[in-house]
């Protein structure tokens, strides 16, 4: 696991790469982040060796993107809320030029409990206030 996570800007680096090229008429591509979150100093972890600083993240989404060509959005990946929040944050600090993000788990995860312990109208009362406030918190990384 340990030589996938050094290895992972690499394989984003090259998939990105490969999908650009015109010959796959692909007009977006959908893709996870060069870093993993529990390698991130800073990031909620129970990892508590990291590999990796926000400015070495940075460094990283540059390197990966800096040259694209085709439009991309980040997918969420099933990271942790705020890891997803900041890795968005730092993104858009890099000046890469992404389009935007795909998100399902990261934003409603933390409420599987209510839906599945609690009443349908506390799990509708999240959706409404939580998962809402989440949402929006994601689309001012934009």
């Known amino acids: 696991m340990k030589n996938f996570v050094k290895k992972k800007p690499q394989y984003i680096k090259y998939f990105y790469?490969?999908?650009?090229?015109?010959e796959y008429f692909i007009d977006i591509i959908k893709i996870e982040f060069p870093f993993n979150e529990d390698e991130v100093k800073g990031f909620e972890s129970n990892n508590n060796k990291n590999l990796y600083s926000n400015n070495d993240c940075q460094n990283i989404l540059q390197d990966v993107f800096y040259d694209s060509k085709v439009p991309f959005v980040f997918l969420s990946a099933g990271m942790k809320f705020n890891n997803f929040y900041n890795s968005l944050s730092l993104a858009k600090s890099s000046g890469i030029d992404f389009t935007g993000f795909l998100c399902g788990r990261s934003i409603w995860y933390?409420?599987?409990n209510i839906f599945s312990c609690d009443s349908n109208e506390k799990f509708i009362n999240w959706i409404?206030?939580?998962g809402k406030s989440r949402l929006v918190k994601l689309k001012s990384t934009l």
Do not use: G, P, R, T
């Open 17 to 22: 790469s490969e999908f650009s090229k015109q």
């Open 110 to 112: 933390d409420a599987i």
């Open 128 to 130: 409404l206030n939580e």
